[in-house]
């Protein structure tokens, strides 16, 4: 629906050689982390070499924020997707955010791409900052637009606590190894709804 939040969009045509860098880079980046991954090692696993990837994205953070976009930029196009295939406003199309990130999640071992990259940069002044937060506020926005769509009065507090649910259950399945995280966020939030 329209009152939702747009994806995040990566506009940046590349060259099939900047298209393989930033595929790697992906890849690395989120297997084995920003940090012990370096420029030598993404351009020799791309098949080129390192000034080649800065002449491509100018420098290690560059690329590394050109990383988080393009994640923040698929996991929404997914989100936005499978609740297109809910279209019918209410409760239970807020819960699908769930379904959608248990999906997501099945083939994303790691966990949050943006929660793991905060834990390396934070307290920095790194550009992938700016792009981590927008990443969060999207998900607060995207329930806080269900709940308002879905009727209820109170929107903003009742999507900042659905988006509190969803990113304990994210942290819990993979940090914590609860199978189940998933499944009992949605059914607190559940409750959560039906108590307003």
Same mark, same amino acid.
């Given at each position: ?74 996991? !929404? ?8 295939? @809910?279209? %019918? ?6 819960? %699908? ?8 999640? @099945? ?12 834990? %390396?940069?934070?307290?920095?002044? @790194? ?7 927008? %990443? ?24 900042? !606590?659905? @988006? ?19 499944? !009992? ?12």
């Amino acid at each position: 629906m329209s009152g939702l939040p747009a994806a995040t969009t990566v506009d940046d045509p590349m060259t099939p050689v900047g298209e393989r860098l930033a595929e790697t880079a992906s890849r690395l980046f989120y297997s084995r982390g920003i940090r012990a991954v370096g420029v030598e090692l993404i351009a020799a696993d791309a098949g080129t070499t390192k000034k080649t990837l800065y002449d491509r994205f100018g420098s290690k953070d560059a690329l590394v924020v050109h990383y988080l976009r393009r994640r923040a930029s698929a996991w !929404q196009a997914a989100a936005l997707a499978h609740l297109a295939d @809910h279209p %019918e406003p209410g409760p239970g199309r807020v819960l %699908e955010v769930f379904a959608a990130s248990e999906d997501w999640l @099945h083939v994303q071992r790691r966990g949050c791409a943006f929660v793991n990259a905060y834990a %390396e940069v934070a307290g920095t002044d @790194h550009p992938a900052m700016p792009v981590i937060r927008a %990443e969060k506020a999207w998900m607060r926005e995207l329930f806080t637009a269900l709940t308002a769509e879905a009727g209820y009065d109170d929107a903003d507090r009742l999507g900042t !606590q659905l @988006h509190l649910l969803y990113e304990g259950a994210v942290v819990a399945l993979t940090a914590g190894d609860q199978a189940d995280a998933v499944d !009992q966020a949605r059914d607190a939030a559940r409750r959560l709804l039906a108590d307003r």
